[in-house]
C-alpha cells in the first residue's frame, strides 16, 4: 500500500519538475511547431507515379512521362511558406513526412535530447538534502528509486505520444492519409530511451552528479552504436572477401560476444525504419542489407537483449542505492 501511494506521489513530483524545467518549454515549442507545419501541410496534384500494373513513369496528365512532368504537385508546409514538387504520389509523400520526422525526431537524435533533458532528475533527487526526508520515513529504497524512474519513464513516453500522436492526427485530417504503421515510433523511442536511461540512472546513483550521468550516458550509447555498426561491417567485409579480410576467428566471437551483451542502438534504429516504412524513404547502410540478405539480423531478440541489460543495470543500481549512507 505505501509503496504504491510513494510511487503515485513520485510520479507526479517528476512530472513537476519537468515541467518546471526550461527544456520542457523547448520541446514542447518543438513538438508545437512540428504538429503545425504537419496541420499546415498541402499536397496539390501528384508527382511521378508508376501505376499498379504499370512498368513505367506516369506524370500528372496520366500519360506516360517522355521528359519533364507536364503537371508536376506541390507539396507546401506553413501555409503555403515552403513549397517543394512533388516527386511521389500523395501516399508516398506523407511517408517520407513521417519517415523524417521519426527518424530525426523519435530517432537516435530524439533520444540523446531526451537524456540531456532528464539526466539531472535523479541526481537532484538523490541529493543528501533532498532525499534524507523520504529516507526518515518507513519507505524501502528500492521504492523510491523505481517511483523516480518510472516518473521519468512515463513523462518521456507522454512525451513521445504527443509529438508522434500530434503530427500523425495533423497529417491525416489534413491529407486524408493515415499511416498507423507510424505510431510504432513512439513505443521504440520510449524502449530505446529506456536502455540508455538506465546506465544514465546507474550513473546518477554512484556519483550523484548530472554532468556524470547525462555525458557517461551518451557516452556509453557512442560505444554501443560503434560496436553495433562494428559488428556488421565486420560481417560484411568477411563475406564478400574472407580471404581478403584475414579477421581471427577469436576476435569475430569476441565481437559478437560484446555485441549481444551491450545495448544495439544502430539495431533499434533501424527496426524503427524498417516498422513505419522509412526504409522505403531513407538508404538502409549496406553493412544492414548484407546482413539481412544472410538472416544475420534479429530485430526483436536485439530488442530483448538491449532490454535485459537495461533491466540488468537497474537491478546494480538499485542495489548501489541501497548501499550508501546518507
Not at 96 to 116: H, N, Q, T, Y
Request: net charge neutral.
Amino acid at each position: 500500500m505505501y509503496a504504491g501511494i510513494t510511487i503515485r506521489h513520485l510520479v507526479a513530483d517528476t512530472f513537476r519538475q519537468s515541467i518546471a524545467s526550461r527544456l520542457f518549454m523547448a520541446t514542447t515549442a518543438a513538438i508545437f511547431v512540428c504538429v503545425a507545419l504537419c496541420a499546415s501541410a498541402r499536397i496539390e496534384g501528384k508527382g511521378a507515379t508508376t501505376p499498379k500494373g504499370e512498368t513505367e513513369l506516369f506524370g500528372g496528365d496520366g500519360k506516360p512521362l517522355s521528359g519533364p512532368n507536364p503537371k508536376p504537385g506541390h507539396v507546401s508546409l506553413g501555409f503555403g511558406a515552403i513549397t517543394l514538387p512533388l516527386f511521389r504520389d500523395a501516399e508516398e509523400e506523407v511517408l517520407f513526412l513521417e519517415s523524417a520526422l521519426a527518424k530525426w525526431g523519435a530517432g537516435s537524435i530524439g533520444v540523446l535530447l531526451a537524456i540531456v533533458w532528464t539526466g539531472g532528475f535523479l541526481p537532484d533527487f538523490l541529493r543528501p538534502s533532498s532525499v534524507s526526508i523520504l529516507l526518515a520515513k518507513p519507505l524501502s529504497r528500492t521504492t523510491l528509486l523505481i517511483g523516480k524512474c518510472v516518473g521519468i519513464l512515463i513523462f518521456v513516453s507522454v512525451e513521445a505520444i504527443a509529438f508522434v500522436g500530434g503530427t500523425w492526427i495533423a497529417l491525416g485530417l489534413r491529407t486524408g492519409i493515415w499511416n498507423s504503421a507510424y505510431l510504432w515510433a513512439a513505443p521504440l523511442f520510449v524502449l530505446e530511451f529506456g536502455v540508455v536511461f538506465a546506465i544514465s540512472a546507474l550513473l546518477a546513483v554512484w556519483t550523484r552528479n548530472a554532468s556524470a550521468a547525462i555525458f557517461g550516458s551518451i557516452a556509453f550509447w557512442v560505444i554501443c552504436t560503434l560496436v553495433n555498426y562494428g559488428r556488421f561491417v565486420m560481417h560484411e567485409v568477411y563475406a564478400v572477401a574472407p580471404k581478403e579480410a584475414s579477421i581471427p576467428t577469436g576476435f569475430v566471437g569476441f565481437v559478437e560476444a560484446i555485441y549481444w551483451l551491450l545495448p544495439k542502438p544502430a539495431d533499434l534504429a533501424i527496426w524503427l525504419e524498417q516498422t513505419i516504412g522509412a526504409a522505403r524513404e531513407f538508404a538502409i547502410p549496406s553493412s544492414y542489407e548484407n546482413m539481412m540478405d544472410i538472416g544475420g539480423y534479429h530485430p526483436i531478440l536485439s530488442a530483448f537483449s538491449s532490454s535485459l541489460f537495461a533491466i540488468v543495470v537497474f537491478v546494480v543500481a538499485t542495489r548501489r542505492f541501497a548501499e550508501i549512507d546518507y
